[in-house]
């Protein structure tokens, strides 16, 4: 930084959306609004693989509670859904490491593929609950 103070400012989008950012000039212009979103809206690959292992590690801890709080229950449809969960996060976790194609576009697609397969196996997840807790009454 060349010294120079930052501040926020109440006429742009962008320095109100992002207040948590230290490195909001005095004057927001057009060419460095364009510059900013850029670099907002890149692909890090480490935050891709963070959320991979983010949201992977919740499902499995939704399936681990269920066992535990259920443990007179035939968990293993339950154990078959947390294979296929460590199966995604092995898949997901074997293309981040081997990219095809244009970045950005590939790891955007690989964010895509994580959420549709894991919300198709939260929705799995909330039918065999459903089921073997219907089975008890």
Partial sequence: MSGQEFQFTENCYLCSA???KK???????PAW????EQILHTM???D???DIEFFIEEFLD????FIGLNPEKNSDEINKIIDEAVDLYNELKDKINHPEGTKRSYYNG????????????SEKL????????SEEK
């Fill in 126 to 133: 909330s039918e065999t609950i459903t089921r073997l807790t």
């Fill in 62 to 65: 939704d399936c681990a509670l």
């Fill in 48 to 50: 891709i693989k963070k």
């Fill in 23 to 29: 490195t909001i000039p005095l004057e927001c212009n």
């Fill in 110 to 121: 690989i964010r895509k593929e994580l959420f549709d397969r894991l919300d198709a196996l």
């Fill in 18 to 20: 992002n207040a948590w």
């Fill in 44 to 46: 890090n690959l480490r």
């Fill in 33 to 36: 609004l364009k510059k900013t």
